[in-house]
């Protein structure tokens, strides 16, 4: 009899054995998968932050930066249109529109990029318009 519970005993525990070296097998497999999946997440993160804009969007400053793109850009083609006085208003109002939007992003080249040609700008447009010499 007790060779009887012996040999259930060394069955059981070889059968646990195997069931335990399957579990064994199929974590360390679990394992490898997950790292070769975070290896190809962090290859499409990194080309996914190659690709994407680096400036923020969305905010005030999204909409500002755009306003400031548009008035400066009319604000060229009125000025060589003929239209002086016009053109450096809107020159102005974009010069402006990237002076805040160089502040939303503390980014002191922008703003100086901004204030230095519309200050020029607005001297000018003084200077022709009330200031005549």
């Excluded at 360390?28 to 997950?34: H, N, P, R, T």
């Excluded at 040609?117 to 009330?130: C, E």
């Amino acid at each position: 009899m007790n060779a009887v519970v012996n040999e259930d005993n060394t069955q059981g525990e070889s059968k646990e054995e195997r069931q335990m070296s399957k579990a064994a097998s199929l974590a360390m497999e679990l394992s490898k998968e997950k790292k070769r999946m975070q290896e190809e997440f962090d290859e499409l993160q990194a080309q996914f932050e190659e690709v994407s804009p680096s400036t923020p969007s969305g905010g005030p400053d999204s909409y500002l930066k755009w306003i400031g793109v548009f008035s400066a850009v009319l604000g060229i083609f009125l000025q060589n249109a003929g239209l002086s006085i016009f053109g450096q208003l809107f020159y102005i109002v974009g010069a402006i529109s990237w002076t805040a939007v160089g502040f939303y992003w503390n980014d002191k080249a922008v703003m100086l990029g901004s204030v230095i040609p519309a200050t020029a700008t607005a001297m000018n447009l003084m200077q022709n318009t009330f200031i005549k010499f």
